[in-house]
């Protein structure tokens, strides 16, 4: 038997055993596993954005994946209370970005630090993208939004599609990497995509904004290749990954400006809430850590210990 000419992919998109697999020569392929993988626990682990190496069926011209390369990383929604029942929503996202507003929407402060918790909770790099920033009166505005963050080690993009501002360094940082992107419906995703690639009709977000509401069901992630490399994550939204498993204990390690002083609070497991010679609140007393980002760590810490009591 010939063994076929071989190639190297990566699954765009699928469900129930069909994947689409776009392989290193950009032509897309419709593949099914081969049996020996089908039976074996990584066929349930199989996810959009893994990359995979496929073979010619020697008898027809399909296309059957036969392996599946380690991951690099992994978005997975877990299971709530507990790391069993983890789910892959896509596999080797190399960043997350997180798109807002200066104004139209008012940025939401406390649903970007959520995003940026489940970044930082998948080991994901984060980077956002200030857009809109022609509607600010002044640069110090733009800056006043941003300052947070960069402190805490993001890099902010400032970006503007009505007169167009920052976009050719945004589209540097997605080239040859792949991206979730996501934010808050209006705030410009959807402009940005179409300001940066022409004719890409990306349904960025919009899943989750539209179809996907109310439903129990889940709309899978899908891969959209970029003109210049790269993909982007068109996804029901980083929302359906959520917070869940990701235990209270761990929360302060997904706030990067706290980190340097984890160590020197008075009780190892502090909470940085109520105990006494908080490392953490002495820093936002002293204004060394935002109270933005602190408020926004006490209100999803909250949300986790409540998830922990239920389950
Ligand atoms: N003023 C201004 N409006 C923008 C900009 N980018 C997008 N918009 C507008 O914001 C609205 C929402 O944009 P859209 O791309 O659909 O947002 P999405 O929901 O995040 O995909 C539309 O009316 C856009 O024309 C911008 O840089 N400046
Ligand atoms: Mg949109
Ligand atoms: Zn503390």
């Not at 076929?4 to 392929?29: F, K, N, P, Y």
């Not at 089908?38 to 011209?61: H, I, N, Y």
């Not at 359906?240 to 706290?258: I, K, Q, T």
């Not at 007393?285 to 949300?303: F, G, N, T």
Request: proline share 5%; net charge neutral; with cysteine.
């Amino acid at each position: 038997m010939s063994p076929g000419i071989l190639l190297h992919g990566v699954v765009l998109s699928g469900t129930g055993g069909i994947w689409r697999v776009r392989a290193q020569d950009g032509a897309e392929h419709e593949v099914s596993l081969r049996g020996r993988l089908k039976q074996s626990e990584r066929f349930e682990k199989l996810a959009v954005g893994d990359d995979v190496d496929l073979a010619e069926d020697t008898r027809g011209g399909a296309w059957r994946i036969t392996s599946i390369h380690p991951r690099r990383t992994q978005l997975a929604r877990r299971a709530p209370g507990g790391a069993r029942g983890e789910r892959i929503v896509v596999a080797n996202v190399d960043q997350v970005v997180i798109v807002f507003a200066i104004a139209k929407p008012e940025p939401h402060v406390r649903m970007i630090d959520r995003f940026l918790v489940i970044a930082e909770g998948n080991e994901i790099p984060a980077r956002l993208v200030l857009n809109k920033v022609e509607l600010a009166t002044d640069a110090a505005v733009v800056d006043a939004l941003a300052v947070d963050y960069e402190r805490a080690g993001y890099p902010v993009h400032r970006t503007s599609v009505k007169r167009p501002t920052g976009l050719d360094a945004l589209r540097a940082v997605l080239v040859n990497r792949t991206t979730a992107l996501t934010g808050p419906s209006g705030v410009g995703k959807s402009s940005l995509i179409n300001a940066l690639y022409p004719g890409l009709n990306l349904r960025v977000g919009e899943i989750s904004e539209s179809v996907n509401k109310g439903r129990h069901t889940t709309v899978g992630a899908v891969l959209v290749p970029l003109p210049g490399g790269g993909y982007v994550v068109d996804t029901p939204g980083l929302r359906e990954v959520g917070m869940w498993g990701l235990p209270s204990a761990d929360l302060d390690r997904c706030f990067p400006e706290f980190r340097p002083v984890l160590g020197e609070c008075r009780f190892q497991d502090c909470r940085h809430v109520s105990e006494p010679d908080c490392a953490v609140r002495v820093g936002v007393e002293r204004a060394d850590i935002s109270s933005a980002r602190y408020e926004s760590y006490v209100k999803l810490c909250a949300e986790l210990t409540e998830e922990e009591k239920r389950f």
